[in-house]
């Protein structure tokens, strides 16, 4: 769907919004920093780094933030369960705004993790100009799964995807919560 552009500053106050809901000891990493972090482990350098897209595979279907070293939630709990990341690896999540984001890196911030939050998310890292990819074809898009309507504020050039109205999703949520719920609490 192509909707006319939104600003960067309807995604700031949006975030803002939701930031005001989460701790406020919770760090939060603007797009450009965190780009620079990921092409700096690129060449081998620096601490262990993990970009985590915390949304729903549909939305990750769409397009995902590039680089190895980028996975979704799933796949770094299974990482954490096998020893494979450390206390004093960073952690960076997002999702489509950063509310969920923040839960999540809430959560691995009790459990010891070093963790934050993408600044604005993936509507941010749009709006920073920073490049996004299929995640099966690594190919560069410009498509956005940004959940609904209310979210899709991307820049000129970019096309929003998002769910429609069904019953099911409410119902997929909350069981996507407790899930997470249940694996943090262990």
Excluded at 33 to 55: H, Q, T
């Amino acid at each position: 769907l192509t909707m006319a552009p939104a600003s960067k500053s309807d995604v700031d106050a949006m975030y803002q919004s939701y930031r005001a809901k989460l701790d406020p000891k919770l760090p939060h990493v603007p797009p450009k920093e965190l780009w620079e972090a990921m092409e700096e482990r690129k060449g081998g350098a620096g601490r262990p780094l993990w970009v985590v897209d915390v949304r729903m595979p549909e939305e990750q279907g769409v397009s995902m933030l590039p680089g190895p070293h980028v996975v979704t939630k799933e796949a770094l709990l299974e990482k954490i369960e096998a020893g494979e990341v450390g206390k004093d690896d960073r952690i960076v999540a997002y999702c489509t705004v950063g509310l969920r984001a923040g839960w999540f890196a809430e959560e691995l911030q009790r459990k010891g993790f070093d963790a934050s939050n993408l600044e604005g998310s993936i509507l941010g890292w749009a709006h920073a100009d920073l490049p996004l990819v299929n995640p099966e074809s690594q190919q560069p898009v410009q498509d956005v799964h940004t959940f609904g309507k209310k979210w899709a504020l991307l820049p000129q050039g970019y096309r929003a995807v998002y769910f429609d109205k069904t019953p099911w999703l409410s119902a997929a949520w909350g069981f996507a919560k407790d899930k997470f719920r249940n694996f943090i609490g262990k």
